[in-house]
């Protein structure tokens, strides 16, 4: 059997007399698309916090390509591979976009000095193709022509697109996305579907995604991990996670939940 990329082994996080999560078990496989779902409260963010070392669990573990990356810290847990984006735009707003993906890129840029301290070995930059790797990100993320623009000037959608931006400089083998949706409309929502595809299925890159907007999950997602109040109560594919009755009690409600 092929071991998964990320495996969430009997996850428990206590904060004090609360239990944000509680044995927690699910795993990803390389190249797989899956997303985490669940009401406000449910755990979810937490459940990122922990795979991605901001905060270490109570109990169990998180393996990353079989390393137990438990606890971080989360420097070397990007550097193993494994990124994030978050809820809110992550960006330095009085750097130009350009610059924003350039420091995503710093650990990767052979002799410098966050590479000695990251000790990646692996997707390795020459200082003289550094301007290369930043336009064919942002060709890809399509922000190549606000490349010299200042990232505070960018509509809302175009900064949560840099985000993911900033985090594909590092080439993570997985991508933790929390949220990439909130806020956008419509179009916004659309064309981000459009660039996680593109980016799961030229870049074959691995995702866990966190998602409010379930139309979004739905198309994207080849399976689909429920939580509630911390606990894991569905995990299948997103047929089998729509016609669940204890997820649509639960959680996803009406039968018109996908249209809202």
């Known amino acids: 059997m092929t071991q998964p990329l990320l495996r969430v082994d009997n996850i428990t996080r206590r904060f004090g007399g609360l239990v944000a999560l509680r044995d927690l078990s699910f795993s990803v496989a390389a190249g797989e698309l899956v997303g985490l779902i669940g009401p406000n409260g449910a755990g979810k963010t937490t459940a990122f916090n922990v795979i991605s070392g901001t905060v270490p669990p109570s109990s169990g573990k998180v393996l990353f390509d079989g390393r137990d990356i438990s606890g971080g810290p989360p420097s070397r847990v990007v550097a193993l591979g494994l990124a994030r984006t978050f809820q809110s735009t992550s960006t330095y707003p009085e750097a130009t976009v350009a610059e924003n993906v350039y420091r995503g890129l710093l650990s ?95 870049w074959g890159l691995t995702m866990l995604l966190v998602e409010h907007h379930m139309a979004l999950v739905m198309a994207l997602s080849q399976r689909i991990v429920v939580l509630v109040q911390g606990e894991k109560i569905a995990e299948g594919s997103p047929q089998d996670v729509r016609d669940n009755p204890a997820v649509v009690e639960a959680y996803l409600g009406a039968p018109d939940y996908a249209h809202a």
Not at 189 to 199: D, H, I, K, T
């Open 108 to 202: 990767r840029i052979s002799g410098s000095v966050v590479n000695r301290l990251s000790g990646r070995h692996d997707w390795l930059l020459q200082p003289d193709g550094v301007e290369t790797e930043i336009n064919n990100i942002l060709k890809i993320t399509d922000l190549f022509a606000w490349r010299d623009a200042m990232a505070g000037s960018l509509a809302y959608g175009l900064q949560k697109r840099l985000g993911i931006a900033v985090s594909l400089a590092a080439r993570p083998r997985m991508l933790l996305l929390d949220e990439p949706a909130a806020g956008l409309n419509h179009e916004e929502c659309n064309e981000l579907a459009r660039l996680l595809r593109r980016l799961h299925q030229e």
